[in-house]
């Protein structure tokens, strides 16, 4: 059935993560607006519609076509404004309830003479992360911000937007529940700075090890968590899932054993899995390993990882009492380090188990 590397999906737990985090939402009185960077896929959005998502978020503007064509009428783009798409931009705000993302206040000097559509906008507001967005601190450039926003016939001022990014370079509950904590402490610090001045502000925050291991969104009107679809290896090390909840892995072919390196060779490489990396024992490793029965992955193989990565090679360390269970043309399931990433290396062609 198999020949090369295979992107698998473990279709009930990939429903299972998803019914999850929209049962946690709704008990939080919060909207879900999941993002689809993770798994760009028509028939997985489906299982999102099933558990009453109406509205998503993506991370390009040919991601929102592609959905948008596809049935789906709320869509936030969260990715600062690139100029040069704006009349990709005008078109799909013309059809569907179209949100953007603003981190400068060039953008909304561009806006003002180029928006030709209804268009919502939510400033992106950096509350440690440090990739984009407005400094959160900085009252008064929100306040300018805004007003001048306001002013545009087009733009209908939404609220502030943040990703807690640095919950993903840190380990353990309590050390990521501190910085969800902290970051939006200073998101609602800054919402009370504003809200005499600006009415209905909404706080939109997105990451998966938060949203997974929070119990309340206190302060929060929507959430945008996209990796929790798949989780990853990532996400295990940090502690937002257990390895049952991991639903993505690709399936490659062993093409060669050393025994006596402890190393097996599977055709499956950095065009694959991506380089994306995480830390094992102060190793870098490029995924974790499972069994494969011909049906389905089983648990991970302890002392069993990805070492190293070339175009189509992947070289796995593994002990020498597997190794022996294994010969060439056997298959080994590899949990990805970073689900995302793996999932766009392999364009998303799924194979649903």
Same mark, same amino acid.
């Given at each position: ?197 600006? $009415?209905?502000?909404? /706080?939109?925050? %997105? +990451? ?5 291991? &929070?119990? =309340?969104?206190?302060?929060?009107? @929507? ?98 009492? $597997?190794?022996?269970? /294994?010969?060439? %043309? +056997? ?5 990805? &380090?970073? =689900?995302?990433?793996?999932?766009? @290396? ?8």
């Amino acid at each position: 059935m198999f020949s090369v590397p295979t992107l698998i999906v473990n279709e009930a737990q990939c429903k299972a993560n998803i019914k999850f985090m929209a049962k946690k939402a709704a008990a939080n009185n919060v909207v879900f607006r999941p993002h689809f960077k993770t798994h760009q896929d028509i028939r997985i959005g489906e299982w999102f519609r099933n558990e009453s998502v109406n509205c998503i978020t993506v991370s390009s503007v040919r991601m929102a076509i592609l959905f948008a064509d596809n049935g789906w009428k709320d869509i936030t783009i969260a990715f600062p404004l690139n100029f040069h798409e704006i009349d990709s931009i005008n078109e799909l705000a013309a059809i569907i309830n179209l949100n953007i993302i603003i981190t400068n206040e060039e953008s909304i000097d561009f806006l003002k003479t180029n928006l030709k559509t209804k268009t919502g906008v939510f400033i992106e507001t950096d509350c440690g992360y440090h990739r984009t967005g407005v400094d959160v601190e900085k009252t008064e450039v929100f306040k300018k911000m805004i007003t001048e926003i306001c002013k545009i016939e087009n733009c209908r001022f939404k609220g502030l937007l943040a990703h807690f990014g640095n919950t993903y370079s840190v380990t353990g509950k309590q050390q990521v529940l501190d910085i969800y904590s902290q970051s939006l402490k200073k998101l609602n610090k800054l919402k009370d700075g504003l809200k005499n001045e600006y $009415e209905n502000i909404l /706080i939109s925050i %997105g +990451d998966t090890p938060s949203c997974s291991l &929070t119990d =309340s969104f206190e302060g929060v009107d @929507e959430i945008r968590p996209g990796n929790f679809a798949f989780y990853d290896v990532q996400q295990l090390f940090i502690g937002s899932c257990v390895q049952e909840q991991i639903a993505l892995y690709l399936l490659c072919p062993v093409v060669d054993v050393f025994p006596e390196r402890d190393e097996i060779v599977v055709y499956g490489g950095a065009v694959h899995l991506s380089k994306d990396s995480a830390m094992l024992n102060n190793e870098r490793i490029f995924g974790l390993t499972a069994r494969w029965n011909g049906k389905k992955r089983g648990c991970i193989i302890p002392d069993s990882f990805v070492k190293s990565l070339s175009q189509e090679h992947g070289i796995i360390k593994m002990p020498k009492t $597997e190794i022996a269970k /294994i010969k060439p %043309g +056997d298959f080994i399931a590899v949990l990805p &380090t970073h =689900s995302c990433l793996t999932a766009s @290396e392999m364009k998303h062609n799924y194979c649903f188990v």
